[in-house]
C-alpha cells in the first residue's frame, strides 16, 4: 500500500525542539521528494521546504530557514522535519507530501499529519 | 515573492455549481494544482495541471486558468463537497498556496 506514516503528536516546551518522520512504503522512496507543508490553527497550508530522498539535496521557505531541518534515512525510507526553536505559533498539524513530477508537479500523496502543541 | 489570493468562503446549493477562484499575477503562465481538505484529514489533489482530474476525483470538479485567475468548478454540488480549497502554483522551486477558500453547501 503506497502512503507516508508520520509520527505521532507532540508537546514541547517554547525554545525546544521537535523532530516528526515521515516514512513511506509501497514505493521507491528515492524516486520522489518529499516536501512538509503545516496549518496552524485557524489558517491556511503553508509551504516549508523538502528534500530530494536521492541526493539529500534541500530548499526551504524563506521564512523557516536557519529553524528548519529537513533529513532523510534511506535505509528505513523515511525523512524528517526538525523544527528548532519552538515558539507558541508553531502549533499547528505538520504533513509530509509526496511530489509527483511529469509534465506538472504537484502532491499526489499526503501523510495523516502530526499534530505539534507548543506550550509552557 | 508570488501569492495567491482566493476569496476566503463561497455558498452553494445542493445541486448548484460552485466556482472558487484563484487568482495571481499571471497566472495562466504556470501550472495550478487544487486541494481539497476535510477538517482532521489530509489535503486531497482534486485538479493538477489547471484542468486534470487525479483518478477517482468525480467529473464533477473541472478545472481552468488564463490569464490571471484560475478556477475550480464544482458541478452539482454534494453536501460531501464541503471542505476548504486550496489552489497551488510554483514560484520557480518554491511552492505557493492560496488562502483557501471555505465552501459551503446549504
Known amino acids: 500500500q503506497v502512503q507516508l506514516v508520520q509520527s505521532g503528536a507532540e508537546v514541547k516546551n517554547p525554545g525546544a525542539s521537535v523532530k516528526v518522520s515521515c516514512k513511506a512504503s509501497?514505493?521507491?522512496?528515492?524516486?520522489?521528494?518529499i516536501h512538509w507543508v503545516r496549518q496552524a490553527p485557524g489558517q491556511g497550508l503553508e509551504w516549508m521546504g523538502y528534500?530530494?530522498?536521492?541526493?539529500?539535496?534541500?530548499d526551504y521557505a524563506q521564512k523557516f530557514q536557519g529553524s528548519v531541518t529537513i533529513t532523510r534515512d534511506t535505509s528505513i525510507s523515511t525523512a524528517y522535519m526538525d523544527l528548532s526553536r519552538v515558539r507558541s505559533d508553531d502549533t499547528a498539524i505538520y504533513y509530509c507530501?509526496?511530489?509527483?513530477?511529469?509534465?506538472?508537479?504537484?502532491?499526489?500523496?499526503w501523510g495523516r499529519g502530526t499534530l505539534v502543541i507548543v506550550s509552557s | 515573492s508570488y501569492e495567491l489570493t482566493q476569496p476566503p468562503s463561497v455558498s452553494v446549493s445542493p445541486g448548484q455549481t460552485a466556482n472558487i477562484t484563484c487568482s495571481g499575477d499571471?497566472?495562466?503562465?504556470?501550472?495550478v494544482s487544487w486541494y481539497q481538505h476535510r477538517p482532521g484529514q489530509s489535503p486531497v489533489l482534486v485538479m493538477f495541471?489547471?484542468?486534470r482530474r487525479p483518478s477517482g476525483i468525480p467529473e464533477r470538479f473541472s478545472g481552468s486558468n488564463s490569464g490571471n485567475t484560475a478556477t475550480l468548478t464544482i458541478s452539482a454540488t454534494q453536501a460531501l463537497d464541503e471542505a476548504d480549497y486550496y489552489c497551488?502554483?510554483?514560484?520557480?522551486?518554491?511552492?505557493?498556496f492560496g488562502g483557501g477558500t471555505k465552501l459551503t453547501v446549504l
Open positions: 507530501a509526496r511530489l509527483f513530477e511529469t509534465q506538472s508537479r504537484y502532491f499526489d500523496l
Open positions: 509501497g514505493y521507491t522512496f528515492t524516486d520522489y521528494y
Open positions: 528534500i530530494n530522498p536521492d541526493s539529500g539535496g534541500t
Open positions: 499571471q497566472l495562466g503562465d504556470k501550472y
Open positions: 495541471q489547471d484542468n
Open positions: 497551488q502554483a510554483w514560484d520557480s522551486s518554491a511552492v505557493v
